[in-house]
């Protein structure tokens, strides 16, 4: 299993839909999760991070985080077609002196 | 505040050339972090500095790079010899310690292509 793992997608939703996007890692003693976001050409930006089980939400983004699992989760209601981009997860794994290791994205596309 | 400053935007060069790319962290970030892109392997840590001082290399791919970071608001990223597959794009981000959370910012990034 990668560290973290994500689908690749595409990932296609109509607009106004909620997409959902998930990954999973494979350090159990992980504590730190985050999602980035990068268009296309762009570098990429941090629009969510979260460390306690349960729901973060954030405007139309929502993190939903199960250690037990070890699955984190980000959903965006009212998608837009400014929502299409790379979804990047990234956790910071213990077992690998605690960098912030990058999952390869999910690509998202909002159909108008 | 600027965010992470990073110079030049876009290199062309021709293989064996040496590069050297650039990076001011945000002001107060300790931590400094060199990434590369490319589409084969997504996000790569090349390493990681934390108060000046190098902490991980062992992403680096080979002796050819190499990193240094003479003090709070200044990295560089050298690779001599270039060669053509390390055409990438090469990301700095940097990061605050303890009491400003895990939240690492990125900069605009360096498009490096080598001929």
């Known amino acids: 299993q990668k560290e973290v793992e994500q689908n690749s997608g595409p990932l296609s939703v109509p607009e106004g839909a909620i997409a959902s996007l998930n990954c999973t890692y494979s350090?159990?003693?992980?504590?730190?999760f985050f999602w980035y976001r990068q268009y296309s050409g762009k570098s990429p930006e941090l629009i969510m991070s979260?460390?306690?089980?349960g729901d973060k939400e954030d405007g139309r983004f929502t993190a939903q985080l199960n250690k037990a699992s070890q699955y984190v989760s980000l959903l965006i209601r009212d998608s837009q077609p400014s929502d299409s981009a790379t979804y990047l997860c990234?956790?910071?794994?213990?077992?690998?002196?605690?960098?912030?290791?990058f999952g390869a994205g999910t690509i998202l596309r909002v159909k108008s | 505040d600027a965010g992470v400053i990073q110079s030049p935007r876009h290199e062309v060069t021709e293989m064996g050339q040496e590069v050297t790319l650039r990076c001011k962290p945000i002001?107060?970030?300790?931590?400094l972090f060199w990434y590369r892109q490319t589409m084969m392997r997504g996000l790569e840590l090349l390493i990681y500095f934390n108060n000046n001082v190098p902490i991980d290399d062992s992403g680096m791919p080979e002796d050819r790079f190499s990193a240094k970071m003479p003090n709070a608001s200044f990295s560089t990223l050298k690779i001599q010899p270039s060669e053509p597959r390390d055409s990438a794009v090469y990301f700095c981000?940097?990061?605050?310690?303890?009491?400003?959370?895990?939240?690492?910012?990125f900069g605009p990034g360096t498009r490096l292509t080598v001929l």
């Open positions: 002001s107060g970030h300790d931590y």
């Open positions: 979260i460390y306690s089980n």
């Open positions: 350090d159990r003693g992980s504590q730190s």
């Open positions: 981000a940097s990061r605050g310690g303890l009491d400003w959370g895990n939240e690492q910012f």
């Open positions: 990234a956790v910071i794994l213990m077992e690998y002196g605690n960098k912030l290791v």
